[in-house]
């Protein structure tokens, strides 16, 4: 069973920045393909960004193109999502999650391709 847990969360103007994270622990593997997601009240549970277990590969939604940088340092087990030129649409809780795929390279952006999931952080975005 892997376990992660996300943090970095809080209210933030818009057209600032945050930083989340998300610790991995637990699971079989060293390291997984990973990736965020969010949800705003009312809607959908949404693709952010994802990376593959090398960190090599990255896929960002069109809505976050250019603006949010997803990474990861797997000596410390941590995907990073750094959020810049933040929106007010971009209020949501924001969930880190995990696959045991064992691609190297590959990045996925479907919420079925992934079994792992953190709690959740809120980001507020104001103006």
């Known amino acids: 069973q892997v376990q992660l847990v996300e943090s970095g969360g809080g209210l933030v103007q818009a057209g600032g920045s945050l930083r989340l994270s998300c610790a991995a622990s637990g699971g079989t593997f060293t390291t997984y393909p990973m990736g965020w997601f969010r949800q705003a009240p009312g809607k959908e549970r949404e693709f952010v960004a994802a990376i593959s277990r090398s960190g090599g590969g990255t896929r960002t939604a069109d809505s976050v193109k250019g603006r949010f940088i997803i990474s990861r340092d797997n000596a410390k087990k941590t995907v990073y999502l750094q959020m810049n030129s933040l929106k007010l649409e971009d209020t949501a809780v924001y969930y880190c999650?995990?696959?045991?795929?064992?691609?190297?390279?590959?990045?996925?952006?479907?919420?079925?391709?992934?079994?792992?999931w953190g709690q959740g952080t809120q980001v507020t975005v104001s103006s």
């Open positions: 999650a995990a696959t045991a795929r064992s691609e190297t390279y590959v990045a996925f952006a479907r919420n079925s391709e992934y079994n792992y």
